[in-house]
C-alpha cells in the first residue's frame, strides 16, 4: 500500500520550473530515495511534500489524505516528519530538551503553564536519545556537537514527532565518510526497529544503493527513471546524468 | 533536594529576607525618598521580567509594551477616579484590561514575520494608545494626565511609603513566581524552542502564532500590573507613560541587565532607575549618559551587567574546581 502518493505536481518560481509534473508513490515500510543531479528539484519536491512551499498543481496524498495546501505544521502531526539538508535544530538548547520540547509537544503537553519541567518525559526522552546514540551527550548544547552527532539529534527530533513517514533531504550531507557510514547505519536502524517508511534525496551513489530498495530519479524537475536498484544501475538516462555521455 | 536547587532557594531566601528588611533597614538614618526609590525599582523590575517574556524566552521585539503597562496603570486609575471604584477590584481587573489589550495587538503582531516588522507594528499600536490617551481628554482628562488617584491609607500615606512598599512587594512577589513557574513549565521551554528556531517549530508540529499569542498575553497582563503599582505609587500619571520611550526604556534595561537570565531585566530595572536618580542630581543630561552607558555596554558587555557577573562567576568556580 502506497503511504504517499503524488499525482502531476507542479511548481515554478518565475520563469523556471522547478518541479515539472511529478508523479510519486512510495509503498509502506520502504526505504526509498529520490536521486539527481543539483538543481534537479529534488529540495523543492520535499518542500512541496512537506508543505513549505504550495504547489501550483497537482495533489499529495498522505495515508489517504489530500495534504495539498495543508500547513507544515498539520502535516507534521498526521505523522509526517522531515529532516532538512542544512541541519535544523534548537541550537541554544541542550540536547535532551531538543527532545523533551518536541515529545512535550507532540503529546499535547505545550500548554502546560504551571507543571514543573524537570523530570517530564525523561524516559521517553532517553529511549530516544539512545536510539540516535546521543544519550552520553544530553546535557550538552545542541549548538557545539559536531556535524554527524547534530543530524542524529535532528533525526532524534524527527522521531520525536512520531512519524509514519520520515522525508530526510540529503541525510548525508557535508559529512566524512565514517559519519556517513554511520548515518547510513542509523537510518536503517531506525526504520527497521520503528517499522518507518523513509523517503529521502542524496548525492553520494553509493550511499543510495547500500539502502535504498526504490529510486526515483530527477533531472530538470522531472522524473527521468524509478524502479529498483539494479535497474536504475543499468538505465542509460542515469548514467548519462551521472557518468556524462562516455 | 538537589545541592543547585538548595542553593537556589537559599539565595531567594535572602533576598526574599533582605527585602523584608529593607525599609527597616532605611528607616535608621535614610530619608523616605529611597524608600520610594526601592518600590520604583521593584515596580520596574517586574514590567521589565513581563517583558522579557516576550523579548528574552519567545524572541520577540515588541516595541509597544509602553501599551500594556500604560493601560493598567489608566485603567486602574479611571476606575478609581470616575467610579469610585473599591480598590480591590480597580487593581485585579486593570491588568485584565492589558490582557486584552495585549490579546488584540498580539492577534494582529505575532502573525508578522520579520523582527523589523514586529517591532514597527507593535509600536504603531502603543502610539494609538497614546494619542487616545492624550486626545481623549474627556475620558483621560489629555495631556494634565490624572492627578490625585486615591489611594487608601492603608496602602498609602503622605507620611510613609512603608505600608505601599510592602503592599508591592507582596504583589511583585507573587508575580514573579509566577512568571518563574512559567519559563520553566513545558509551555517556557515551547516559547524558547521556537525562539531558537521558528521552522524547526513548526516543523514539530507547533502552530507558533498560538504559542506567542500567549505569551504576548502573559506579559502584557504583567506589565499591566507593573502599570497599576506604577499609579498607585505615584497617585498620577500622564499620557508620557505611554510614549515610545517607555516602550525603549523597558528593552534598555533587558539589555543593561542581561536578557538571557530571568533576574537580569530586573537588575538593569535597578541600573536604570539609580543612575537616572543619581545622575539627575546632578546633570540635566541624563539622556546622554544613559547613551554612553548603553553603547559601553553594547559594545563591550553584549550579555548584559548580569550576563557578564554570571559568566565570570562560572569561570570563577572552575578554575577553583580545577
Known sequence: MAILKIKGLKKSFGGLMAVAGVDLEVQDG????VIGPNGAGKTTLFNLISGFYSCDEGEILFKGQNITGLPPQKIVRMGMGRSFQVTNIFPKLTVFENIQSTILYSKGKGLNLFSNLKGLEKEKTEDILSMVGLDQKAGEMAGVLPAGDRKRLEFGIVLATKPDLMLLDEPTCGMSRVETTDTIDLIQQIAEKQSLTVLFTEHKMDVVFSI???????????????????EIRANEKVQKIYFGEG | MKKGSGAKWLWGAVAGLFLMALPFLLGKGFSEYYLYLATKIMVWALYAMSFNMVLGYGGMMSFGHAAFFGIGAYTCSLLLIKVSCPIALAVAVAPFAAAAAGFIIGYFSVRIKGVFYFATITLAFAQLAYILAFKWRSFTFGDDGIQGI????????DETYVNYYFFSLIIILVCIYVLWKIVRSPFGLMLKSLRENPERATFVGMKVENYRLIAFVISAFFSGIAGVLYALLETSIAPDILFWSMSGEVILMGLLGGMNLFFGPALGAAIMVLLNSFITSYTEYWGMTLGITLILIVLFFPKGVGGLTVEKYQAWTQRKGN
Do not use: K, L, Y
Not at chain 1, 520502504?30 to 530515495?33: G, L, M, S
Not at chain 1, 535504498?212 to 539494479?230: H, R, Y
Open chain 1, 30 to 33: 520502504r526505504i526509498q530515495c
Open chain 1, 212 to 230: 535504498s530498495s526504490f529510486i526515483t530519479v530527477m533531472n530538470f524537475g522531472a522524473i527521468i527513471a524509478a524502479g529498483e536498484t539494479d
Open chain 2, 150 to 157: 486615591p489611594v487608601p491609607a492603608w496602602i498609602s500615606t
